[in-house]
């Protein structure tokens, strides 16, 4: 039973670029969550979504990040004009149902804007 | 807003030594708690979780125990071994207030050494 996939591991892109992450959450989980670690720091949540639908926006900057997670296909956490502020660590976690909420964490895309 | 505070670190051990990686947290509700570790270049690992008041969560010879009257989830281990070196976090869900995100402490750098 694979796990919780993130692609790519490592990105690199210049100031501006856009950044697109991928993650294909474990097999039969339909919540995914996407958090963002910065160096020395835990873990920042960023958004909630279920199939077709954002539940929780809550730790998105207001401009530049969006995310999907589409019926068919991985969810992608898409950064817009990159800045050097944005290199990080960006998690990806899935969990069943929100009955069984417990989370399970991908690799993680470690984002470096040069 | 909910927040979890963990003892910083980096926390250097010998092998066999005991060790203690303390957290508190403050959260609106009744919230879930839970240990995750972190391999170097790794994602994160579920290692333990409790999920009411003086429950006590164990695994791999981790436990922590649901303090609800001290607000606290500290981490032990009886004689920590080389392996068990990474970066642990401590974190909260709040599912009874209609938060199922993760809120992450700082995270605590454990090195054992021989």
């Known amino acids: 039973n694979a796990g919780v996939m993130q ?3 490592h990105l690199v892109r210049r100031r501006g670029q856009e950044a697109r992450l991928r993650c294909s959450p474990m097999k039969g989980h339909s919540h995914v969550y996407w958090y963002r ?3 020395e720091e835990g873990l ?32 992608i956490l898409r950064i817009q004009q990159v800045v050097r502020g944005d ?28 | 807003g909910d927040s979890v505070t963990q003892m910083e670190g980096p926390v250097t051990l010998s092998e066999e030594a005991f060790l203690t990686i303390n957290c508190t947290y403050t959260a609106t509700g ?10 170097p270049g790794e994602g994160l690992q579920l290692l333990l979780k409790a999920t009411k ?16 009257e001290t607000t606290s989830f500290h981490l032990e281990k009886g004689s ?21 995100q993760l809120t992450f402490g700082k995270g605590t750098k454990l090195s054992v050494i021989p």
């Open chain 1, 7 to 9: 692609n790519p591991r």
């Open chain 1, 37 to 39: 670690q910065l160096p």
């Open chain 1, 44 to 75: 920042k949540f960023m958004v909630y979504l279920q199939k077709e639908n954002i539940i929780d926006e809550s730790g998105m900057p207001k401009e530049r990040f969006s995310a999907e997670f589409p019926k068919e296909g991985p969810s």
């Open chain 1, 87 to 114: 290199s990080a660590a960006y998690f990806c976690a899935s969990s069943p149902s929100t009955e069984d909420y417990e989370q399970y964490f991908g690799p993680g895309t470690r984002l470096t804007v040069t």
């Open chain 2, 30 to 39: 009744y919230p879930s708690l839970f240990w995750y570790v972190q391999y």
């Open chain 2, 53 to 68: 008041a003086d429950d006590k969560g164990s695994n791999k010879g981790f436990e922590a125990t649901y303090r609800k």
């Open chain 2, 80 to 100: 920590v071994q080389v392996s068990d070196s990474a970066v642990y976090f401590c974190a909260l869900s709040d599912p009874g207030a209609g938060s199922y």
